[in-house]
């Protein structure tokens, strides 16, 4: 299949780079050219606008940072949906509103193509490797026009309804449960140090025990090698457990653990992380506690 892939951060270039080693002609966008040289290297071609995607592919994947991104590089100065031949498929990987979701798909079918609701799960490792989660839901018709796609960069596919947002809102579920994960990751490590635990060793011991998680066994890892650099950043979870608590609150369903880890990452953020890899949501007890995070090295 001919496939651009418009986004090429972490989940996004291990998505174009298991499309090109299965055998896909694929071309990414990325405004940053040493993201467009490193798919270069790895055999796919590149642009900088989505304007300059080829006119005829088969699926355009987007894998950016927000809604008002997906709508840009779709239907902005420089978008490729007017583009995209009749009967292409628009797979919506992005973290999104249900509602969004829903509204882009009626805009993408009155134009006569596809769109499948297909946000992703898995991180770095999952991308890199070709085993993300999809939480798909569209039309029949959709899924069928994404499935080499979808199979190349996934080991799990879940078909979760014949219209868009149902991915969407399993998606921020995900985030809901991610987000707290992290944060309530970050306070547990900080109170160890706080009362004077070795962070390394209680990695280990929790790591076999049963408060252990998912997030803890792969975020403090991140702290205790005192590397910030993105893999997820503290503004994605600004950013989605947002998208949890307007869902809520339209829905007037408290959610007040989701609340608090928001509070938590926006302090982050305010502090000047937000960029900075998520785990480093602790620096927040940093700032209030005066604790001292693992040093490079080991220091």
Known sequence: MKVGVIGLGTMGMGA????????????GCDLRASAREALVASGGAAVAQPDALPGDLDAVLILV??????QDVLFGSAG??????????????TTVAPEVARALETRLTEMGLLMLDAPVSGGRAGAEAGTMTVMGSGAPAAFERAGPVLEAM???????????GAG???????????????AVAAEALALGIRAGADPRVLYDVICSSAGSSWMWQNRVPHILAADDTPASAVN????DLGIVLDQARALAFPAPIAATAHQLFLGAAALGNGA??????IRVWEAL??????KPGGD
Request: net charge positive.
């Open 276 to 281: 900075k890899d998520d785990a480093f949501v």
């Open 168 to 182: 969407s809102t399993v998606k921020m579920v995900n985030q809901l449960l991610a987000g707290v994960h992290i």
């Open 80 to 93: 490729c949906a007017a583009l995209l031949p009749p009967g292409a498929v628009v797979i919506c990987s």
């Open 289 to 294: 506690t005066g604790i001292g995070l693992p």
């Open 65 to 70: 940072v927000n809604a008002a991104q997906e």
């Open 154 to 164: 996934a080991s799990k596919i879940w078909r979760l309804g014949d219209a868009a």
């Open 236 to 239: 994605i979870f600004v950013k």
């Open 16 to 27: 174009a780079v298991n499309l090109v080693q299965k055998g896909h002609h694929v071309t």
